[in-house]
Structure formats: C-alpha cells, structure tokens
T-cell receptor
Framework: EAGVTQFPSHSVIEKGQTVTLRCDPI?????LYWYRRVMGKEIKFLLHFVKESKQDESGMPNNRFLAERTGGTYSTLKVQPAELEDSGVYFC??????????????FGPGTRLTVL | AQKVTQAQTEISVVEKEDVTLDCVYETRDTTYYLFWYKQPPSGELVFLIRRNSFDEQNEISGRYSWNFQKSTSSFNFTITASQVVDSAVYFC????????????FGQGTILTVHP
C-alpha cells in the first residue's frame, strides 16, 4: 500500500511568487492534515480536512494560504504571495477516521519550501 | 492550551549505549493521547507508538520502551543497545480534548548514534 506522497520535495521561489504544494493521502483515508515546521521550531498544525470539508483550519497563519481538497482525494496548499517567513517544511498526513482518539496520522516526507 | 516540551535538542551516543529521550507535556484535558514519531534522513515521520491517558503501563517493543508517568506529565522513550540506524529526529506529540485530529508536537530531539 502506498504511503502519503507529497510533491514537490523541494521548492525554491522568490518573495512575492506563488507556490502550490500537493499531497496525496493513503487510499481510503478520509482525513487529511497539513502541518508546517519552520527552521528549528516545532511542527505546527495548519488544518484538517474530512473528505472535502475543512474540519479545523485554526492553524492557518493568514489569508495568503489557501488549502483545497476537491473531490476528497488529493489536497493542494497554495501560498500567494509567498513571504520569507513562509520558508520551512510542509508536512501532509492522513488518517482513516479523525473523529476517533485512537486514530493514527501517517505522514508524508514533506515539501521543503525556501522563499528567497 | 496544550504544550509538549522536548528539552534535549541533540543527543550523541556510541553504538550499543542505552539512550532516553525525554518528553514532558501540558494539557487540561482528562482524556488525551501521546505519540512518538521518528523522522529518519528520508524525511517522513514514522509512527512509533500511541498511548492514551488512562493507560500508564509501560510498553516495550524490541529495543524500544516507553515510560508514561501522569504524576510528572512525562512520556519518555528509551532505546536499548542503540544502533546506527536509530539515528534520526524523534518527535513527541499530544492530542486530546475536542480536537483529536490536531497533534501538538515538541521541538524534536536529534539522536546521533556513532559506530
């Protein structure tokens, strides 16, 4: 069974440009999560999808970030326009049933975003 | 608010040594879950263990063991007879309350095992 995949693995862009990150969850997982780790700091929650609906987007830093999950399969996270402080590693995770406290999130390898 | 603290930023050991990674958490929830994840050089976070707040029994899985103590709000992870392949970043995480889908992570501990 394929794990969570993310594309691209690395992205280097200039301040003001737009970048779109993609995440493909494990097949059959209704729940999809985005997290971010800024250099040297802890991994922070961004948002949680249940199928195509946003369950919790309390961690989204500002309106320059837009996450979508059309059709409840893969998800995209767009940053527009990118700022220097957006640099970091963006992780995606998926789980079968996010309403269960025993549900385990499985993570992808992350996308390393560098904004110059 | 929930918080997870991993006070050890980096640990360096020689192969076959035992090593303990510390994790201290804060939460007001009575029901919560604690996790450990491993991040090898390939980058993905690999799930190691999940423990709920009502189960304080220690757990052992091969060379890995976990010590959960509610009295000190700690969930420490011990690797016995460490190996070079154990070199990775290890994260402790917490979920609970009304947002089980939201993991709160510690800053991670970089473990380097030298041959």
């Amino acid at each position: 069974e394929a794990g969570v995949t993310q594309f691209p693995s690395h992205s280097v862009i200039e301040k003001g440009q737009t970048v779109t990150l993609r995440c493909d969850p494990i097949s059959g997982h209704d729940n999809l999560y985005w997290y971010r780790r800024v250099m040297g700091k802890e991994i922070k929650f961004l948002l949680h999808f249940v199928k195509e609906s946003k369950q919790d987007e309390s961690g989204m830093p500002n309106n320059r970030f837009l996450a979508e999950r059309t059709g409840g399969t893969y998800s995209t996270l767009k940053v527009q326009p990118a700022e220097l402080e957006d640099s970091g590693v963006y992780f995606c995770a998926s789980s079968q049933d996010g309403t269960l406290p025993t549900d385990t999130q499985y993570f992808g390898p992350g996308t390393r975003l560098t904004v110059l | 608010a929930q918080k997870v603290t991993q006070a050890q930023t980096e640990i360096s050991v020689v192969e076959k040594e035992d090593v303990t990674l510390d994790c201290v958490y804060e939460t007001r929830d009575t029901t919560y879950y604690l996790f450990w994840y491993k991040q090898p050089p390939s980058g993905e976070l690999v799930f190691l263990i999940r423990r709920n707040s009502f189960d304080e029994q220690n757990e052992i899985s091969g060379r890995y063991s976990w010590n959960f103590q509610k009295s000190t709000s700690s969930f420490n992870f011990t690797i016995t007879a460490s190996q070079v392949v154990d070199s990775a970043v290890y994260f402790c995480a917490l979920s609970g309350g009304t947002s089980y889908g939201k993991l709160t992570f510690g800053q991670g501990t970089i473990l380097t095992v030298h041959p």
